[in-house]
């Protein structure tokens, strides 16, 4: 039998999903029902269903919500940094590209997967499904 947020007391998980839980489990790239199955099979593709416990992952759909919101992270964190630098030390261009190019990279690549784990657990929570 597959665990899913209906059936999960009998599986000996959490009988009821939390929101708080969903978000940091998926924020750690787990599985939001049993917390220890891997998320992601690559970079941003969901298992179909979780290694461990079972729960059909391919049924949530985070669609644009993750590039959205690493987006307005990413842009909170980068542009304030780019002005400070700017009316501070008043660096010229190549500083800056160096500076800020890779910078949006790392952070984009890295919060991405993350951002979308965090959808996911948000969705098996909320118990939003396709």
């Given amino acids: 039998m597959t665990p899913t947020p209906d059936n999960a007391a009998a599986a ?8 708080g839980l969903g978000l940091r489990r998926g924020l750690r790239l787990r ?3 049993c917390g220890k ?3 992601f099979a690559r970079y941003l593709k969901p298992h179909a269903a979780c290694p461990q416990c079972g729960l059909r992952l391919d ?5 644009d919500a993750p590039p ?12 304030p940094g780019m002005l400070l ?3 501070i030390e008043h660096p010229p ?6 500076l800020w190019l890779p910078l949006t990279l790392v952070l984009t690549l890295s919060l991405l997967p ?6 996911i657990g948000f969705q098996w929570a909320q118990r939003i499904r396709g």
């Avoid at 261009?93 to 160096?98: G, I, K, R, T």
């Fill in 85 to 87: 630098l700017e009316q």
């Fill in 31 to 33: 599985c939001p029902a």
């Fill in 12 to 19: 000996g998980l959490r009988s009821e999903p939390t929101t």
């Fill in 37 to 39: 199955g891997a998320l």
């Fill in 114 to 119: 993350r951002i979308k784990g965090a959808v």
């Fill in 59 to 63: 049924e949530f759909r985070a669609d």
């Fill in 93 to 98: 261009s190549w500083v800056h590209a160096a």
């Fill in 68 to 79: 959205y919101f690493t987006i307005l992270i990413v842009g909170h964190i980068v542009v």
